[in-house]
């Protein structure tokens, strides 16, 4: 079967401007002020049902405190974020969350492919109207096929380079752009299906050098981040550009074997993306817990981050393009 | 003088044997049984692939009298595409994923056997993302072939439901599923392979239809040793003639080692004519998805084939969509006729493409003869050149052209094709193609954040709408429509008659003697029509929508018409997937046709029942 999402390789100056809008950063803990900001950063759908009361929020609030489980939808080994041995560091956000609310965390686990949402948050428990699981711990914030919650952390593309291969002199990845003919030859840099490396490599007039991977693999043995790390090890490839998680868990399996260079966003080709958890659209009150919890954890989730290696930049304000219900 | 009868019976039973020439038994076997209109033999219903039945007890003036005969549910949900395979006293029908096999007996419309493979969840899931469908069955040779969804092939004994073999077909680590019907022909099981949306590389393989052995297998590029194109001798239509082929034409379109993931797969419809002992089938898009990182015509991505049946040998190939950017998969079935065209009865095969137009070439040289739209809303290219054989695409509604910082809006068709999968009928008396389309276009926007294996990057998203505009004259005019089933003369291009449809018709048609047409549509309607003026005669709700392909055989000299309803696959997949609410922000992943379909939920739910109709009385 087909698929209908193509990437575009760039990126208009429209939509860099609607991601860099503000949003009010007031200390907010009541429901209700969140509530409030919630009103203050979407826009109203037009058929939207009339907003409910505050006391039916808190109640359904607390309801959702009240739950025995924590149910989250996860990649059965998506290291570095999820693994069935849940020692991914979205599964250590998930239990750092579960046990604030006093719950315990339930996996619904589903290799994340196309289809990944379609399978789990939005999918229904057979003869039931219980959905499989209630949030995805990672999606992009801006994300379509998810309601998102504030971003909890804004990473980059990294340059990933294999020390001692002829390519430690190299400090920006423009650098690639200028090297003599023979040496460009010699270069063997992963390209993926879709992402901004690859664009940045066409761009660069790299392409030919370019070693095609998927980024989407059938096998429920592998993911991205093993493959390249096998492949880097192989000398199949010297270098790539990787999405920063994914270039942290090849750096900690191999520590002082690479060189990492940040990838820098330019107006029509973004390398840093914000990233939040996905909910249910419609599933309102979900969101607001979780943003309460997001906030009141920051801390703790940055040094579950800086754990795991992942490049970690500030949390620009964004304010999501996004109707909520 | 009195011959003793055993003797004679002896020697005439020699002279038969004698006459009939060499062919192996279960060519002869499969095409033998297509030529009994009481059997549906192969999914096509015979090697042509015309759907046409010389069945007339079910005729244009007593069809307004058809009524539902009996019913038997899958108990499966998901899409269910294909249809029923009839042999003799036997009906056998197939689910989509677990791909469970019933054969029914007619007689006692009772289950004689039933075969569900064992597929292993954990390499099925990652696979199953897409709502695996499976377009149905093959048999020869005494067995039944079924191509379950994990790429494994497996013969089971028709009798029994017996497994005699089974052979992986591919890797469904690699991404490599199938969905398609094979196709027995000779000794062999032709097949291919889906899994485009993984960069797999398509090919069409024979195994032996004994042991499961493979025979031949030709890939859609790459070298000459794997696409089993001959330099020299295989051809390929340019600059107004027949031209051979010269040395690696499958990796000299591509920049680098591209064609590894080429893409070219091959989850279409296969014929075969046993004249030419030629195979026909499409490839489909090259991988990877995003245009501008592929340069290149991307050979033989989006191509016709014409392969030799015995060796795999590439006879003739055209491109019909060079450098595609739109998803114009070229999977669909190519159906064998006789034409005259110019005075001149042609051998000719008839394609209906994802891209709007609908081809006729010679199928014995592969020259191009017609290539017309088949609805004229179709405006990513203006016309095919007959010389070039390349379409002239309009640039406004290149994607790649317009890709960097604007929208591409109002491209026609959409992803989905002017038409799918969905196969044509082709009535011999009316010498009209039945076509059942969509009449969409999609409006591509660079704005959304996409995510896929966790890598976030900045993708576009695709927005199907309804082509509002006429079929026959491609002026707007506010409709809303998003399918028609339109009749086609494939000799000059020009559409008879076309049928509005609220949605797209996603259901296979087949046309009878009778001058019927039936098809299915996406609410679960079984309709029946006019096969001269598309004139609707009759119409039944099944349990859920229609995505099945209609087939027609007879019983005990009763003529029957039977498909399989269970909305799912692409157009149904939101509902398929129970995730469409109806709401304007539930959004499909990885489809964008939602927004066309949306109100689809309120019509059909799931479910997979098998329907079969007939005449009342005895």
New interface residues.
């Given amino acids: ?15 860099l401007s609607t991601l860099a809008a503000c949003q009010t950063t007031e200390k907010v803990n009541t429901p209700e002020q969140l509530n409030a900001l919630e009103k203050i950063s979407t826009t109203e ?1 037009p ?1 939207a049902p009339p907003k409910s009361s505050a006391a039916k929020d808190i109640k359904a609030l607390e309801k959702l405190k009240a739950e025995k489980k924590f149910r989250v939808c996860a ?1 059965p080994l ?1 290291p570095p ?1 999820s693994t069935k041995k849940q020692d991914g560091y979205e599964n250590k956000i998930a239990e750092l969350f579960a046990k604030q609310l006093g719950q315990e965390v339930e996996y619904y686990w ?10 789990t948050l ?3 428990i057979d003869n039931s109207e219980q959905y499989k699981c209630d949030v995805i711990m ?8 998810t309601a998102t919650t504030n971003s909890y952390y804004h990473s980059t593309y990294v340059l990933l380079i294999a020390k001692g291969r002829g390519w430690d002199n190299i400090t920006i990845p423009e650098q690639l752009r200028s090297l003599p003919l023979a040496k460009q030859d010699s270069l063997k840099i992963a ?6 490396g ?2 940045w490599l ?1 761009n660069s007039g790299l ?2 050098q ?3 991977y ?12 093993m493959m390249i790390a096998k492949e880097l090890q192989a000398g199949n490839i010297d270098m790539v550009i ?2 920063g ?2 270039a942290g868990h090849i750096i900690a399996q191999q520590p002082d074997t690479y060189k990492v260079l940040p990838m820098k966003s330019a107006l ?1 080709m ?1 390398f840093d ?1 914000s ?1 939040a958890m996905g909910v249910r ?2 599933d309102k009150q979900r969101k607001v817990l979780l943003n309460q919890l997001i906030s009141k954890n920051q801390l703790a989730i940055n040094k579950i981050l800086t754990k795991y290696h992942v490049p970690l930049l500030p949390i620009p304000a964004a304010k999501k393009h ?2 909520d ?1 | 003088m009195k011959k003793p009868l055993k003797s004679l019976l002896l020697a005439s039973s020699v002279a038969a044997l004698l006459a009939t020439p060499v062919i192996s038994s279960a060519n002869s076997g499969v095409e033998k049984l297509t030529k009994n209109p009481a059997n549906w033999a192969t999914a096509l219903g015979n090697y042509s692939g015309t759907r046409y039945s010389k069945l007339d007890q079910i005729n244009s003036k007593n069809v307004k009298n058809l009524q539902p005969a009996w019913s038997f549910s899958t108990g499966v949900l998901r899409g269910h595409e294909g249809g029923p395979l009839v042999i003799g006293d036997v009906i056998y029908i197939h689910t989509p994923f677990p791909n469970t096999v019933y054969a029914l007996d007619q007689a006692t419309r009772s289950v004689i056997w039933e075969y569900t493979p064992t597929m292993d969840a ?2 099925t ?7 695996t ?1 499976n377009r149905g069955l093959a048999y020869g040779d005494g067995k039944i072939f079924l191509q379950q969804s994990d790429t494994v092939l497996t013969a089971l004994d028709a009798k029994t439901g017996q497994r005699i073999w089974s052979v992986q077909n591919g ?7 199938n ?1 398609q019907a094979p196709l027995v022909v000779n000794d062999k099981v032709i097949t291919g392979i ?6 797999v590389r398509g090919f069409l393989a024979a195994y032996d239809i004994k042991t499961g052995e493979l025979s031949w297998k030709g890939y859609s590029m790459g070298p000459d040793g794997d696409t089993l194109i001959k330099p020299g001798s295989s051809t390929t239509w340019e600059n107004g003639k027949v031209t051979k082929l010269g040395k690696n034409s499958g990796t000299s379109s591509w ?4 064609w ?2 080429g893409g070219g797969t091959t ?1 279409g419809w296969y014929s075969y004519d046993p004249d030419l002992n030629l195979i026909y089938y499409g490839s ?2 090259p ?4 245009p ?2 592929r ?1 290149g015509d991307n050979k033989w991505s989006m191509s016709l084939w014409a392969r030799d049946a015995d060796t795999g040998e590439v006879k003739w190939v055209y491109q019909m969509t060079p450098h595609d950017e739109w ?1 114009f ?1 070229g999977i669909n079935e190519v159906v064998l006729a006789d034409q005259k065209i110019g005075g001149k009865t042609r051998k000719t095969v008839v394609h209906f493409d994802r891209n709007g137009f609908g081809y006729t070439l010679d199928r014995v040289t592969g020259e191009l003869l017609v290539a017309e739209k088949f609805d004229k809303t179709v405006n990513w290219a203006s016309h095919v050149d007959l010389k070039s054989g390349r379409p002239q695409v309009v640039s406004e509604f290149s ?1 790649e052209q317009n ?4 929208n591409t809006e109002g491209v026609c068709p959409a ?1 989905l094709g002017s038409k799918n999968q969905q196969p044509v009928s082709y009535s011999p008396k009316t010498k009209m193609f039945y076509i059942s389309a969509n009449h969409l276009c999609m409006d ?1 926007e ?17 927005t199907m709408m309804p082509a509002g505009g006429d079929v026959l004259t491609g002026k707007k005019d506010g409709s809303t429509n998003l399918g028609q089933f339109t009749a086609w003369d494939a000799t000059t291009g020009k559409i008879v008659w076309s049928n509005k449809e609220t949605f797209s018709v996603w259901s296979g048609s087949v046309a009878t003697a009778g001058d019927v047409v039936f098809y299915g549509t996406l609410e679960g309607y079984l309709k029946a029509v006019d096969a001269k003026t598309g004139k609707e005669l009759y119409k039944f709700k099944t349990p859920s929508g229609i995505i099945g392909n209609v087939n027609t055989w007879s019983y005990k000299g009763k003529q029957y018409v039977g498909v399989l309803s269970g909305i799912g ?2 157009a149904g ?1 939101g509902i398929a ?3 469409d609410s109806g ?11 939602v927004g066309a379909y949306r109100s689809l939920s309120s019509f059909t739910k799931l479910g997979g029942v098998f329907t079969v109709f007939s005449l009342p009385g005895k």
């Avoid at chain 1, 390209?191 to 901004?196: A, I, N, S, V």
């Fill in positions: 079967m087909s698929f209908a999402k193509k990437t575009k390789l760039l990126l208009p100056a429209l939509a759908h058929s990649d998506n974020y589903f290799p994340q492919r196309i289809g990944f949402v379609r399978n939005k999918s229904k990672g999606v992009p914030a801006g994300f379509d096929f390209m993926f299906d879709r992402g901004p690859t664009a066409q392409l030919e370019g070693v095609p998927q980024t989407m693999t059938g096998d429920h043995e592998n993911n991205t981040s990787l999405w998680p994914m029509n973004k993306y990233m659209y419609g996004q109707d219900d | 954990d390499v899931i990652p696979v199953m993302c897409c709502d469908v890797d469904p680590k690699l991404g490599m599923t969905t889906a899994g485009g949306e993984f960069g920049e680098g080692d591209q590894k993931i989850w489909g898009n991988s990877t998805w995003n501008v990182q340069p998803d998969d994607t890709g960097e910082d604007e992803a591509y660079p704005f959304e954040v996409s995510y896929t294996a966790g890598q976030p990057y900045v993708g576009a998203t695709l696959g692409w997949i997937a129970g995730l709401e304007s922000d539930s959004n499909s992943e990885g489809l964008g046709a």
